[in-house]
């Protein structure tokens, strides 16, 4: 590590931030949460102690086998088999990989629009403010998974039957992202309303330069901090809105399944006796939102000085 990195990282861990960071027992633990998830999701082949998407390992006499510590149960499954004899910890760890990654990309598309029209409606106000604002308002008035229902429908529709499998992990993705873009916009217009007016903008238009680089150069950089809140609880959400398609059976397939896919599949056992199947997957998905929540709710009062 260079001496430059060096003394970036102790210039975070010694800044007003570090220091409520470091202060924050909550913070901390919630943080030490999240990136067990990210990196048992990462390294989710290497950490598993089986590949529950390799078809041909699984055997069907292994279904339903109840926790290691339960009667009947096997050292094999700690913590016990789904209805087609996976070892339920490998697959939570895999569908907490595919959670992510939808939670991620979708949250990525969603930064990436909301952003975009935030920007240009904020500085470029009159009519196309005015239009932009409107669809954003249309949008707010169908609740986020209405949205997603309506393009996953729409494109399973156009798509073959066969294909479907295929492209749900995009559809996911797609339906997500689009359903989330509206809280960046409006936060980032709002902001770059403020910024516009400021000296720095208007002697940038002086001396010529660009409004596209105005915004990307000027504006962007002075709005990010409450849009890296919105993208942490934005991130939770779509998590959540994912594992809701997925419970709704319009999500990730069987083959690859995402927690909300192995808690659809559980439930259908839950009263007859199978109750890990559903209720570990369900604490997993449940554990990861709350992390992920406590630490947006951190940034939110560490990069806002009035809540200090």
Not at 9 to 35: E, P, Q
Not at 80 to 95: E, H, K, M, T
Request: some cysteine; overall charge neutral; aromatic content about 10%.
């Amino acid at each position: 590590m260079t001496d430059t990195n060096t003394r970036l990282l102790y210039r975070i861990y010694d800044s007003d931030i570090g220091y409520s960071f470091r202060k924050s027992r909550i913070a901390v633990a919630a943080t030490i949460v999240t990136l067990i998830y990210f990196l048992a999701a990462i390294f989710a082949p290497l950490v598993a102690p089986t590949n529950p998407y390799d078809l041909a390992s699984l055997n069907l006499s292994d279904a339903f086998t109840p926790p290691a510590w339960v009667e009947g149960g096997s050292s094999k499954f700690l913590i016990g088999a789904d209805d087609q004899g996976r070892d339920l910890l490998s697959a939570i760890i895999f569908g907490a990989r595919m959670s992510l990654l939808v939670g991620f990309a979708s949250t990525f598309l969603a930064f990436v629009i909301g952003v975009s029209v935030g920007l240009v409606a904020g500085f470029r106000g009159g009519m196309v403010d005015a239009i932009l604002m409107r669809i954003a308002d249309i949008q707010l008035s169908f609740p986020a998974i209405l949205v997603a229902l309506l393009i996953d429908g729409v494109a399973r529709s156009v798509m073959p039957s066969d294909m479907h499998d295929t492209i749900a992990l995009w559809v996911l993705i797609f339906s997500i992202g689009i359903s989330g873009w509206v809280n960046f916009a409006r936060t980032v217009r709002g902001s770059c309303m403020v910024e516009r007016g400021k000296e720095y903008v208007q002697a940038a238009r002086v001396i010529g330069i660009k409004s596209t680089t105005i915004m990307v150069r000027h504006l962007l950089p002075n709005v990010m901090g409450p849009v890296l809140v919105i993208a942490t609880i934005q991130l939770a959400v779509a998590i959540l809105l994912e594992a809701a398609l997925s419970f709704l059976g319009v999500g990730m397939p069987l083959t690859k399944p995402s927690l909300g896919t192995l808690i659809n599949t559980g439930q259908n056992f839950l009263y007859s006796g199978e109750w890990w199947i559903t209720i570990f997957p369900g604490v997993a998905l449940a554990i990861l939102v709350l992390a992920v929540n406590l630490v947006g709710d951190w940034m939110r009062d560490a990069l806002n000085p009035k809540l200090r």
